[in-house]
T-cell receptor, first 113, second 110 residues
Framework: SAVISQKPSRDICQRGTSLTIQCQVDSQVTMMFWYRQQPGQSLTLIATANQGSEATYESGFVIDKFPISRPNLTFSTLTVSNMSPEDSSIYLCSVTVSSYEQYFGPGTRLTVT | GEDVEQSLFLSVREGDSSVINCTYTDSSSTYLYWYKQEPGAGLQLLTYIFSNMDMKQDQRLTVLLNKKDKHLSLRIADTQTGDSAIYFC??????????FGKGTRLHILP
């Protein structure tokens, strides 16, 4: 398994500002993922972040809105830019430890006012 | 496209068995998963099953897979109050991506 931490655990932000969420893993992993869970909804994959390459975004998500960094094999950041109330969600990072076990961080609960 | 469907709510009496059902669409899925999310917490990987298996048992949890019908179920024996949570069915698709269902909220009745 993997132990994943995220910072901050929650935040309340004003419309138009940006927030950077950090994800730290206790072991080196190749693939990291960022998900969004809107209130009462399921998880939606935002992007896949591999070290040493640009993140791959899913349909409906763009780099200008959700820039991602992956500077090494244990760390990644997701920035939510120019926030609006519709961005209020839980943002989760995850990692694959083997080819089939994917573990999630505790999530960052974002409220945009 | 890829889609995972599951019922949204299930109420079960404490001590009874809970059965949560799920259907998926991608026949090439290699792994299918059950995740648990307790209030205010992240997702916990409960169990998974490889697509060439019919059944997997792990203590109180039994996973049944009908690949022909693309149907997955999770049975929780002797349901306890601590089992109250949202259970997400998910299928592993290409490139390690996972597609999640909307989650089944399990409510335990005393």
């Amino acid at each position: 398994s993997a132990v994943i931490s995220q910072k901050p655990s929650r935040d309340i932000c004003q419309r138009g500002t940006s927030l950077t969420i950090q994800c730290q893993v206790d072991s080196q992993v190749t693939m990291m993922f960022w998900y969004r869970q809107q209130p009462g909804q399921s998880l939606t994959l935002i992007a896949t972040a591999n070290q040493g390459s640009e993140a791959t975004y899913e349909s409906g998500f763009v780099i200008d809105k959700f820039p991602i960094s992956r500077p090494n094999l244990t760390f990644s950041t997701l920035t939510v830019s120019n926030m609006s109330p519709e961005d209020s969600s839980i943002y989760l990072c995850s990692v694959t430890v083997s080819s089939y076990e994917q573990y999630f961080g505790p999530g960052t609960r974002l409220t945009v006012t | 496209g890829e889609d995972v469907e599951q019922s949204l709510f299930l109420s079960v009496r404490e001590g009874d068995s809970s059965v949560i059902n799920c259907t998926y669409t991608d026949s090439s899925s290699t792994y299918l998963y059950w995740y648990k999310q307790e209030p205010g917490a992240g997702l916990q990987l409960l169990t998974y099953i490889f697509s060439n298996m019919d059944m997997k048992q792990d203590q109180r949890l039994t996973v049944l897979l009908n690949k022909k019908d693309k149907h997955l179920s999770l049975r929780i024996a002797d349901t306890q109050t601590g089992d109250s949570a949202i259970y997400f069915c998910a299928e592993g698709v290409r490139d390690d991506k996972i597609i999640f269902g909307k989650g089944t909220r399990l409510h335990i009745l005393p």
